[in-house]
């Protein structure tokens, strides 16, 4: 029987990331995998294939309705070919995923293909495709089994018509209309996709707001954005059942007022959120509890109940971000060799990938007030900037808010072009407890869609704004 230092269950973003910091660390690691491909939920069916699709779609957007503005005449008409697409979502999936594997034979992680489960706290067995069953011997095991989509109790997916967005990411047909159900990111990411191509999409969010977890402000400017891109939505509505006859779905939904309301597409997309995946593992075997969610319990150092036995990502608390995942495998593999990293959850960014881009890190101003802290607000439209007009992506804006007796920044939340990536911004002052006058003497190039952060900065230091 094999012995290593550290097994690792799951090839995601956390487990891999974990798998190699354990390497560098000097430990002798192995990583379980039950499907044939590395990377998890992200990088096979998640992050990175959607934004792949929405780049794709992105791209036949701008020749479709943007293209002549700029001068730029294509003759004959601009057609989606969805199987070139749908195709080229898969060549960037590949090339990710078999990125993966190089780095583990890199850094001499051995790998197992087959399904990981615990015979005791320190055995593992792995039960293969061809049916044979191998058992390796970890000194410390780290669970990074991810999650799965959620769907509700009444509806039955049928992965054909009745879809997740597993299967949303690889139609064979761009739907005539597209009933989502659910208003969060990954809804509202592949209902953009979708209505790019020329999809009908109509939102029925259960909440009386869409991208429910973030300020308040950016819901109600992304709706608004989205709504001038002829996306439908309904708030406030809880369905109650999704009905499959031939080639077209029946979504049912109670409005805020209890009056039936009946929505009628070719697909329906449920994105209701994900659970944790823990099936399979046994993890009565080894005495690893679960918390009343159905979440592997762990104490601050991502620790279970067993001393031995770690878990990360996806199947823990906190929010779902593979990001987020990838920190806490960097943690659990420092921790190990008696290092002492640490997390600072408040500051894991959050971030909607449709067009224009949302990006949040820090409190909220729901948050502030519920808190009763004393905050002050900058805020920044994007259309003020000289590159936000020369690239025709004006809609959005930065909003700071920052303490209102020390000026150290609380909160960064942003809509438009870029924001995912000048999130990272906000990132690194409120890393340093920066306060909104340090972002504000700080020098961004122009032009630049950065130069927002700098006026709201400006904006939340005694309303200096230059350029509104």
Known sequence: MTQYDVAVIGSGPGGYVA???????????????????????????????????????????????????????IPGEVKVNLEKMIERKQAVVDQTCTGVKFLMDKNKIDVFEGLGSFKDATHVSIKKNDGKTETIEAKNTIIATGSKPSTLPFIKLDKERIITSTEALRLKEVPKHMIVIGGGVIGLELGQVYKRLGAEVTVVEYMDRII???????????????KKQKMKFNLSHKVKSVERKGKEVIVKADDKKGQEIVFTGDYCLVSVGRRPYTDGLNLEAAGVKLDDRGRVAVNDHLQTNISNIYAIGDVIRGAMLAHKAEEEGTLVAEQLAGQKPHIDYNLIPGVVYTWPEVAAVGKTEEELKEAGVEYKTGQFPMRALGRARA????????????????DEVLGVHMIGARCADLITEGVTAMEFRASAEDIARMSHAHPTYAEAVKEAALAATDDRALHV
């Open 212 to 226: 429910p977890g973030m300020d308040g402000s950016l819901s109600k400017e992304l709706m608004k954005v989205l």
């Open 19 to 73: 798998a190699i910091r354990c390497a560098q660390l000097g430990m002798k690691t192995a990583i379980i995998e039950k499907y044939g491909t590395l990377g998890g939920t992200c990088l096979n069916v998640g992050c990175i294939p959607s934004k792949a699709l929405l780049d794709s779609s992105h791209h036949y957007e701008d020749a479709v309705k943007h293209f002549e503005e700029h001068g730029i005449e």
């Open 391 to 406: 690239s025709m992506d004006v809609d959005g804006f930065v909003k700071i808010l920052a303490d209102k007796k020390t």
